[in-house]
T-cell receptor, first 113, second 114 residues
Framework: KNQVEQSPQSLIILEGKNCTLQ??????????LRWYKQDTGRGPVSLTI?????NTKSNGRYTATLDADTKQSSLHITASQLSDSASYIC????????????FGAGTQVVVTP | DGGITQSPKYLFRKEGQNVTLSCEQN?????MYWYRQDPGQGLRLIYY???????QKGDIAEGYSVSREKKESFPLTVTSAQKNPTAFYLC?????????????FGPGTRLTVL
């Protein structure tokens, strides 16, 4: 069973609008959580990283939040642009010296003009 | 220009053939990884290497083999024993293999079995 679940699977938003993506995880103990952006046919690129003690982290128009008590994270995209069309992947690291990452299946975001 | 390169971008294989995917990095990273990505699924770890001349199996190593003879290179061979090899393959590297290290990904190789 996947230890990282993302929702929705996909969404379509109008350019300029905001959207929020969800990530629920069961990885425990937990070390840190990352959000990656993956353009179609390309490798993922790191957007944010948060440790268990951090609640929020921003990277430009991307803001990630983390609630370690409920094991939930969200990624908020503000004033979406066409270039935001991509898959957004939630990745959780267990609390081990050698951390095998747990990947969510991703949320496919399509921004339309 | 630093980063991770993978070649080829597209690869076609006939059933029964072995193929080798290239991964090179000039980031001076010790750790390198191979992942497989299938539609609707999270990335799955095939093999990883934390240091030259050493590598470990990941979750789905059957039908794959790797070598790590040089720090900057980590080629992946998809053998004929891999029953369903059509997928998008991603190589990554990190400074070391610790959980705090960010993994940097290459552009990927799409393998199709004809």
């Amino acid at each position: 069973k996947n230890q990282v679940e993302q929702s929705p699977q996909s969404l379509i938003i109008l350019e300029g609008k905001n959207c929020t993506l969800q990530c629920n995880y069961t990885v425990s103990p937990f070390s840190n959580l990352r959000w990656y952006k993956q353009d179609t046919g390309r490798g993922p690129v790191s957007l944010t990283i948060m440790t268990f003690s951090e609640n929020t982290k921003s990277n430009g128009r991307y803001t990630a939040t983390l609630d370690a008590d409920t094991k939930q994270s969200s990624l908020h995209i503000t004033a979406s642009q066409l270039s935001d069309s991509a898959s957004y992947i939630c990745v959780v690291s267990p609390d081990e010296s050698w951390g095998k990452l747990q990947f969510g299946a991703g949320t496919q975001v399509v921004v339309t003009p | 220009d630093g980063g991770i390169t993978q070649s080829p971008k597209y690869l076609f294989r006939k059933e029964g053939q072995n193929v080798t995917l290239s991964c090179e990095q000039n980031l001076n990273h010790d750790a390198m990884y191979w992942y497989r990505q299938d539609p609707g699924q999270g990335l799955r770890l095939i093999y990883y290497s934390q240091i030259v001349n050493d590598f470990q199996k990941g979750d789905i190593a059957e039908g794959y083999s790797v070598s790590r003879e040089k720090k900057e290179s980590f080629p992946l061979t998809v053998t004929s024993a891999q029953k369903n090899p059509t997928a998008f393959y991603l190589c990554a590297s990190s400074i070391a293999g610790y959980y705090t290290d960010t993994q940097y990904f290459g552009p990927g190789t799409r393998l199709t079995v004809l």
